[in-house]
């Protein structure tokens, strides 16, 4: 069955970086695209950032633009998001995400199939 592991959270300081990795198994990893996502508590669950299952595209959320950078090995069945310059509204539960194969990347997160567990981030002031 298919497998999504997210990892890579923690505790860092405002301006720090941390880099989350997502693993998926039991899917052809090559041929779906992988979302990241985060949900704050209270907030609604929202789509960070998202790669393409061709690599020719890659999607940002505007507030993050300029600081996480999304990208996938395909080799390692492992997509990755480096997040710089950490801000305290960052603040969440980091989910991974995979759509069926083929399919483009969403903004909607009842499009992606697959989730991984979570990976939190917390950055403090």
């Known amino acids: 069955q298919v497998q999504v592991v997210g990892s890579g959270g923690g505790l860092v300081q405002a301006g720090g970086s941390l880099r989350l990795s997502c693993t998926a198994s039991g899917l052809t990893f090559a041929e779906v695209s992988m979302g990241w996502f985060r949900q704050a508590p209270g907030k609604e669950r929202e789509e960070v950032s998202c790669?393409?299952?061709?690599?020719?595209?890659?999607y940002y959320l505007d507030s993050v633009k300029g600081r996480f950078i999304i990208s996938r090995d395909n080799a390692k069945n492992t997509v990755y998001l480096q997040i710089n310059n950490l801000k305290p509204e960052d603040t969440a539960m980091y989910y991974c995400?995979?759509?069926?194969?083929?399919?483009?990347?969403?903004?909607?997160?009842?499009?992606?199939?697959?989730w991984g567990q979570g990976t939190q981030v917390t950055v403090s002031s």
């Open positions: 995400a995979a759509r069926a194969r083929y399919n483009d990347c969403s903004a909607y997160s009842s499009q992606f199939q697959f």
């Open positions: 790669i393409w299952w061709n690599f020719d595209r890659t």
